[in-house]
């Protein structure tokens, strides 16, 4: 009897080793996977003293920049010029320019005007540039409420004559742009367009038109062109979008809803996130961020190529900067979250955030909000993200003491060779029709990080790809089909934790303790009975 007690013993000891050790394991994993959050925050970016590129007496604002296939980082923007020196309003005595301007690391070019147009409806509006692995560099703005697209050698880009005429992407009443170029040269292309409304689903609005966010892409260089497709389709305004591209292909889209620029007409609702795994023929079905509530705005995001995205984006009654994230390439979130130590701006109409990834896999954040009380002047700010935890805000930029019209506004961040950060934005009245002055900012810094070679040149192909026809491009995913819609809001998640990629390991050890714990329990069982016998 003796004998059987002590094997009985010796075998539940055994199997409640087993279940400790799995416990262990999983209290050791949740610690490392939960304290990834309070894990060493990237450290403080040093960047350099800013500098202004726009020139003294220009009205410049809205910049955007990129780095082409020689690391040099190519900047545009627009500008009003008005005719008699005094005119500022949007008149007919204002010629409106796009203006280009490259940095080698050491020195600027001198700023040059590569697209002018002449009065209110020609004005160059809204201009955006990337670079492929060729030598090309290809830029967007609207020309009369039309988006159009010209492309230049990057080599040659300085001048006005390098550049293609411009060719026409949108219909009627177009407004913001965004262009992308992927490892394999196709050009990708966002804009917003005026659609119109029926009685239905425009219940409540003010105007008979709204926008819609429209995608197209080229596989040739921009020859050729797919038919327009409408990435949103939803019953309110779309605005504000992005598109930014991974190093493994995947295409990520994002946009805000509710608020109408073109028709000025509603009020910022929500951010939504679209992705496409095979170079923008069909897409995802859309993320909704209505966290913590539906009135966000300023949705940014952006990829490492590797499965981890992150989005962030303002709820701005609360002038706090939100985020989440995905280890699986965006099909599914972890609890969203408030950055700590930043005060967003509260609700800016025309203003935005941008994100790039360097080639450690940490994510650069660059906003314009403040550290301190409402009464502290903005500025612009960088956050980094390495996977656990938020950088401190560190201020790239803040106005000097003056004038309360002297503040900053979309910040637009690009990286080069996989460890230095460029970022640009604009200072100034926000004034429309009588701004005193406007002006183009540029700083620079580098992380550690990794340095990657300058991409190779790949060989151009000798005759283009011919694009399918449009029946075969995709199809339209309209965001009001919410069945089929991850919706991120206050009711989705527990805003106090954060999940990391451990998460499925650990809750996969937790689920294995009960189980084993009952097997365990029935052997013991089952060999005392025997040992009776």
Not at 49 to 73: H, I, K, R, Y
Not at 438 to 461: K, M, N, Y
Not at 490 to 512: Q, R
Not at 518 to 526: A, E, N, S
Request: hydrophobic letters at 40%; a negative charge; glycine letters at 10%.
């Amino acid at each position: 009897m003796e004998q059987i007690r002590k094997k009985y013993l010796l075998t539940f000891r055994i199997g409640m080793v087993m279940a400790l050790t799995i416990v262990g394991v999983h209290a050791r994993l949740s610690g490392e996977g939960r304290g990834r959050v309070h894990a060493q925050s990237p450290q403080p970016v040093a960047w350099s003293q800013p500098q202004m590129v726009s020139g003294e007496g220009a009205l410049a604002w809205f910049p955007d920049l990129t780095v082409d296939n020689v690391g040099n980082v190519h900047v545009v923007w627009e500008t009003m010029q008005p005719e008699d020196g005094q005119s500022t309003a949007y008149t007919n005595q204002v010629t409106y320019k796009l203006m280009h301007r490259v940095w080698d690391g050491q020195r600027w070019s001198a700023p040059n005007d590569v697209f002018a147009s002449r009065g209110r409806g020609g004005g160059v509006l809204r201009e955006t540039i990337s670079a492929d692995n060729a030598g090309y560099v290809y830029a967007t703005h609207a020309l009369g409420w039309q988006v159009v697209f010209m492309k230049a050698l990057a080599a040659e880009s300085l001048s006005a004559t390098a550049w293609s005429e411009p060719r026409q992407m949108s219909g009627e009443m177009a407004y913001m742009s965004d262009v992308a170029v992927d490892d394999q040269g196709a050009i990708h292309l966002i804009y917003d367009q005026w659609v119109p409304i029926g009685a239905s689903t425009g219940e409540g609005s003010s105007s008979q038109q709204l926008s819609d966010l429209f995608y197209r892409r080229s596989e040739d260089g921009g020859r050729t062109w797919s038919s327009p497709m409408n990435l949103s389709n939803s019953p309110v305004g779309a605005t504000r979008g992005q598109i930014k591209i991974d190093g493994g292909g995947t295409v990520y889209v994002t946009w805000d809803e509710g608020w109408d620029r073109l028709a000025l007409d509603g009020e910022p609702e929500v951010g939504v996130l679209i992705f496409s795994t095979d170079g923008g023929q069909t897409w995802s079905t859309p993320t909704i961020f209505a966290y913590p509530e539906s009135k966000n705005s300023q949705l940014a995001a952006a990829s490492d190529g590797r499965g981890r995205v992150l989005a962030a984006w303002q709820a701005w009654s609360q002038q706090a900067i939100y985020y989440t994230w995905s280890t699986d390439g965006g099909r599914s979130w972890a609890p969203p979250d408030r950055i700590p130590g930043f005060i967003a701006t509260g609700l800016t109409l025309f203003d935005a955030y941008d994100m790039a990834v360097d080639s450690a896999g940490n994510f650069h954040l660059v906003a314009v909000g403040r550290e301190g009380p409402e009464s502290d002047r903005l500025g612009v700010y960088h956050l980094a993200w390495n996977g656990a935890s938020w950088s401190k805000p560190v201020q790239i930029y803040k106005a000097p003491e003056g004038p309360a019209y002297a503040d900053s506004y979309y910040p637009k961040i690009a990286i080069g060779r996989g460890n230095r950060l460029y970022a640009t934005w604009w200072v100034g009245d926000f004034s429309a029709e009588a701004p005193r002055f406007r002006q183009i900012w540029f700083s620079t810094a580098q992380v550690d990080a990794p340095e990657t070679p300058l991409p190779p040149t790949p060989t151009p192909a000798p005759t283009p790809t011919k694009m399918p026809t449009p029946a075969t491009v995709a199809t339209s995913v309209p965001i009001s089909a919410a069945v089929e819609s991850l919706t991120i809001t206050s009711s989705t998640f527990d805003p106090g934790v954060i999940y990391t990629e451990n998460d499925d390991v650990l809750l996969l050890l937790a689920s294995l303790v009960p189980p084993v714990l009952i097997v365990l329990g029935v052997v013991v069982v089952r060999r005392g009975r025997r040992r009776r016998r």
